[in-house]
């Protein structure tokens, strides 16, 4: 078992910047790759960006350049920097462990709020 912890969210301006992290526990070893996802009001949940445990990273097109994805294996931390936010930013965000085993269920941590004012 994987639990995951998200914290970091909260209201900022638009234009502002937001520091997104992510803890694991449990059976670290089994996870390969972690994503960041968000989900906004009446939308589908999407892919932000994801993470292999080697570091290579891959982004949604759309958030390119404004997104950064890292994480620290030493502290079982995976971050989401988000900077120049726009209120279409605005979402629950979450983070996912897959597993190297297919036969293994993906883990989810409860999400946590972004908000971003115009």
């Known amino acids: 078992q994987v639990q995951l912890v998200e914290s970091g969210g909260g209201l900022v301006q638009a234009g502002g910047s937001l520091r997104l992290s992510c803890a694991a526990s449990g059976s670290i070893f089994s996870i390969t790759i972690m994503c960041w996802y968000r989900q906004a009001p009446g939308k589908q949940r999407e892919l932000v960006a994801t993470i292999s445990r080697g570091g290579s990273t891959d982004y949604a097109d759309s958030l390119k350049g404004r997104f950064i994805i890292s994480r620290d294996n030493t502290k079982n931390t995976v971050y989401l920097q988000m900077n120049n936010l726009k209120p279409e930013d605005t979402a629950v965000y979450y983070c996912?462990?897959?597993?190297?085993?297919?036969?293994?269920?993906?883990?989810w941590g409860q999400g946590t709020q972004v908000t971003v004012s115009s």
């Open positions: 996912k462990a897959v597993p190297y085993s297919i036969y293994d269920a993906e883990y």
